[in-house]
């Protein structure tokens, strides 16, 4: 699929079927995942791929109610969490260079890579990134030099998704 048409036509998909996604596919997502650049090649982002009832109705709980995601979480046949290690992006011998996450760009840079990737092989995504992180963590038993950033249900799309508005480009480009 053309890089162009995969981000035109990715939707949040928030309903889905049943159908099982077995585990090499899912590799194929998350090997273009890692190729996503990071700060210095760091690499930090790691990949959880959860396929319980009940860790997913964890995961769920972790969310706000009124979270139109929420339901996903628990629908989708499978549910990949996005964990970046602390420490290492943004950082050189341990110690941030500055005062921004960069662990946070890594890890939104990976997840976009696996969403597109994921639209082209007919697969629904959506990023979850509004949920109670430390408790997504416990609920993972993951240590405390890693932070869950966000997760995304994936599974076969069950319906349409309509896109959304965009803004004019005219408004979003300044020429100095």
């Known amino acids: 699929m053309d890089v162009f048409k995969a981000i035109n036509e990715r939707r949040s998909i928030r309903k889905y079927k049943p159908d099982a996604i077995d585990d090499a596919l899912v590799e194929k997502l998350v090997d273009a995942a890692r190729w996503a650049p990071s700060w210095a090649n760091t690499q930090c982002v790691r990949y959880i791929v959860v396929r319980d009832a009940v860790t997913k109705e964890k995961l769920a709980a972790t969310m706000g109610p009124r979270n139109p995601a929420r339901a996903a979480i628990t629908q989708a046949p499978v549910v990949v969490v996005f964990v970046a290690k602390l420490g290492v992006a943004g950082c050189k011998k341990g110690q941030p260079v500055d005062d921004k996450s960069w662990h946070m760009f890594d890890t939104g840079m990976a997840m976009q890579n696996f969403c597109l990737a994921a639209h082209a092989e007919g697969l629904g995504t959506v990023?979850?990134?509004?949920?109670?992180?430390?408790?997504?963590?416990?609920?993972?038993?993951?240590?405390?030099?890693?932070?869950?950033?966000?997760f995304t249900p994936l599974g076969r799309p069950d319906g349409e998704a309509t896109a959304p508005p965009r803004e004019e480009i005219s408004d979003l480009i300044r020429h100095e």
Do not use: E
């Not at 109670?132 to 405390?144: C, E, F, I, M």
């Open 127 to 150: 990023v979850c990134g509004s949920f109670d992180y430390r408790a997504a963590g416990k609920t993972l038993g993951v240590s405390a030099d890693y932070q869950v950033v966000a």
